[in-house]
T-cell receptor, first 110, second 115 residues
Framework: ELKVEQNPLFLSMQEGKNYTIYCNYS?????LYWYRQDPGKSLESLFV?????AVKQEGRLMASLDTKARLSTLHITAAVHDLSATYFC??????????FGAGTTVTVRA | EAEVAQSPRYKITEKSQAVAFWCDPI?????LYWYRQILGQGPELLVQ????????DSQLPKDRFSAERLKGVDSTLKIQPAELGDSAMYLC?????????????FGDGTRLSIL
């Protein structure tokens, strides 16, 4: 069974500083997804990473994938208040099921 | 607003009652998923449909949960009888399927509270 672990689970960020969220998965996966969820809201797709070494960037967020290490990272550059949310990574197993991490709740303070 | 439509947004009911959720996926999306998200955790897949067929329901508690997608478009998830532990957010998602890297698009969910 594919297990996904995120850390940290809670992250208090100071505006303007850089931070990284880590996502480890236990077995081979051919897809890694990052989602954002605001309180009481749906999950919004941020990135889909398809291959080893893949890097995608959107605004202040950059995601990367290392399939050999079974690790994906979500890097936040110069945090701003609007980035406060819960971020989930999800890995797709060979039977096409998505396994989600527990989520990282991000709070950005002035 | 999410393009995957779900209703109701909130449901409060007593244990042992029946409850049903409805989902209308994005037009043209052949694959439909139902997830349960317990507060503070990531979503957990309950059932996956490809068109009208169930392709994975291994995590669906079949003694009380049922799901259908009769015409391969919208879907209904039912719980009967509801138990206190069923309190959670129930999310529906859809994807095109068959294309590499297609993300799942999620609805706003139904928040279920069992009293």
């Amino acid at each position: 069974e594919l297990k996904v672990e995120q850390n940290p689970l809670f992250l208090s960020m100071q505006e303007g500083k850089n931070y990284t969220i880590y996502c480890n998965y236990s077995t081979t996966s051919d897809r890694l997804y990052w989602y954002r969820q605001d309180p009481g809201k749906s999950l919004e797709s941020l990135f889909v990473l398809l291959s080893n070494g893949a890097v995608k960037q959107e605004g202040r967020l950059m995601a990367s994938l290392d399939t050999k290490a079974r690790l994906s990272t979500l890097h936040i550059t110069a945090a701003v208040h609007d980035l406060s949310a819960t971020y989930f990574c999800a890995a797709r197993s060979n039977d096409y099921k998505l396994s989600f991490g527990a989520g990282t709740t991000v709070t950005v303070r002035a | 607003e999410a393009e995957v439509a779900q209703s109701p947004r909130y449901k409060i009911t007593e244990k042992s009652q029946a409850v049903a959720f409805w989902c209308d996926p994005i037009s043209g999306h052949a694959t439909l998923y139902w997830y349960r998200q317990i507060l503070g955790q990531g979503p957990e897949l309950l059932v996956q449909f490809q068109d009208e067929s169930v392709v994975d329901d291994s995590q669906l508690p079949k003694d009380r949960f049922s799901a259908e997608r009769l015409k391969g478009v919208d879907s209904t998830l039912k719980i009967q009888p509801a138990e206190l532990g069923d309190s959670a957010m129930y999310l529906c998602a859809s994807s095109l399927g068959g294309q590499p890297g297609q993300p799942q698009h999620f609805g706003d969910g139904t928040r279920l509270s069992i009293l």
